[in-house]
Structure formats: C-alpha cells, structure tokens
C-alpha cells in the first residue's frame, strides 16, 4: 500500500524567512497530493493541493511542487508570519475521490520572532 | 453549510470496554473517512464510507469497525479497548477529494 514519508519532523525558521517541507510517496499511481495544516488543539485544515498532471502550484505564500519521476512532492512557504506556525501533513491519494488518503508523520513548523 | 460534527467530544473508558463514536459529514457529502490521531504515529487511516459501504480500510486490527447510514452519518466502534488505542478519532467527510475534519473525539483508556 501507499507509505508517505515527510520531513523533517520539526523546523524552525526566523520569521520572513522561507521554510520548505518535503515528502516522498512509495505508490506510483498515486495523483492527488493535498497538504493540511494542524494549528494547536484545532482540525487540520487543506491549505492547497496538487494532482499528477500539475507539477506546480501557488496560493499566495504557498506553493507546492511535484516531481512524479522521483515521487517527491515538497511545500514551500515564503514571507513567513507567526501565523505559519502549525504542524503541517503532506498526504496522498491514489484517486482524487479521497477514497483512501494517506498521510505523512507531520512537520512542526515554529516561526521566530 | 454547517461543518463535520463528532460525537462526544471526550470519553474516558477502561481497559476491556468498547466504544462508538459518531459523526455527522457536511450536508450533501457522501463520503467519510476516519483517522487515528497520535503524537507520535501521525494521522493513520482507519476506514472509509461511501454511500453505505467500507471502500477502503486501514491496518488496524478487527475491534476497530465502522458503518454508514443512508443519512451519510457514521459511527466507528472499538471493542476490548487497549491501553494503546488512546488517541484523537477523527473523522473527515469528502467532497472531490478535499477532507474536510470534524474536530474529534479524545478518547482515554485507563
């Protein structure tokens, strides 16, 4: 089945400063990558996705990348801003139906002041 | 529209008990999924409901079990509850692939 790995566990970055998280997925037909974000003792929430026929895509401060030959798919987060801070999940999916989408262990992203 | 609704919020039960747990999607979303939330292990799926039927299923063993009804609700029971099966239960209902998360269900097995 789909394994997704994601790092690092943890990072912190000064705050309008650029943080990148990364993730590698193990099932090929893999084609829907969402990303969440966890803020404290709340639901994730989506923050963007990406499917297979994109290899990238922006909202704003976020981006996230996609190369299918590697199976990596990273987020990118620029201008960072105290409110970044959260843990964030890559996942994916091996339909976009969401039928069954798995996630990475997570990053906890703090933003220094 | 008014979000993902989990039932009850906390529970505190004992070792050896079962428990069900329930969940209302978004009005007119016909998929729910569970995970297990852990500080450790992450968000790990357990199973998915589609329209009254289990569409996929995690690794977790078989006293974890779920269902749907024809109102899209779904309820997840675990039986012989474990020390280990402590965690945050999530559920999440569906539309065009994009989870949306109910805020849980903190349940304690002492």
């Known amino acids: 089945g789909e394994n997704v790995e994601q790092h690092p566990s943890t990072l912190s970055v000064q705050e309008g400063d650029s943080a990148v998280i990364k993730c590698t997925y193990s099932?090929?037909?893999?084609?829907?990558f969402p990303w969440y974000k966890q803020e404290l003792g709340k639901r994730p929430q989506l923050i963007i996705d990406i499917r297979s026929n994109v290899g990238e895509k922006k909202d704003q401060r976020i981006a996230v990348t996609l190369n299918k030959t590697a199976k990596h798919f990273s987020l990118h987060i620029t201008e960072t801003q105290p409110e970044d801070s959260a843990v964030y999940f890559c996942a994916a999916s091996i339909d976009s139906s969401a039928s069954k989408i798995i996630f990475g262990s997570g990053t906890r992203l703090s933003i220094r002041p | 529209k008014a979000g993902v609704t989990q039932t009850p919020r906390y529970l505190i039960k004992t070792r050896g008990q079962q428990v069900t747990l329930s969940c209302s999607p978004i009005?007119?979303?016909?998929?729910v999924s569970w995970y297990q939330q852990t500080p450790g292990q992450g968000l790990q799926f357990l199973f998915e409901y589609f329209s009254e039927t289990q569409r996929n299923k995690g690794n977790f063993p078989g006293r974890f079990s779920g269902r749907q009804f024809s109102n899209s609700r779904s309820e997840m029971n675990v039986s012989t509850l474990e020390l280990g099966d402590s965690a945050l239960y999530l559920c999440?209902?569906?539309?065009?692939?994009?989870?949306?998360f109910g805020s849980g269900t903190q349940l304690s097995v002492l």
């Open positions: 009005s007119g979303h016909r998929s």
């Open positions: 999440a209902s569906s539309l065009e692939g994009k989870l949306f």
């Open positions: 099932d090929s037909a893999s084609n829907y």
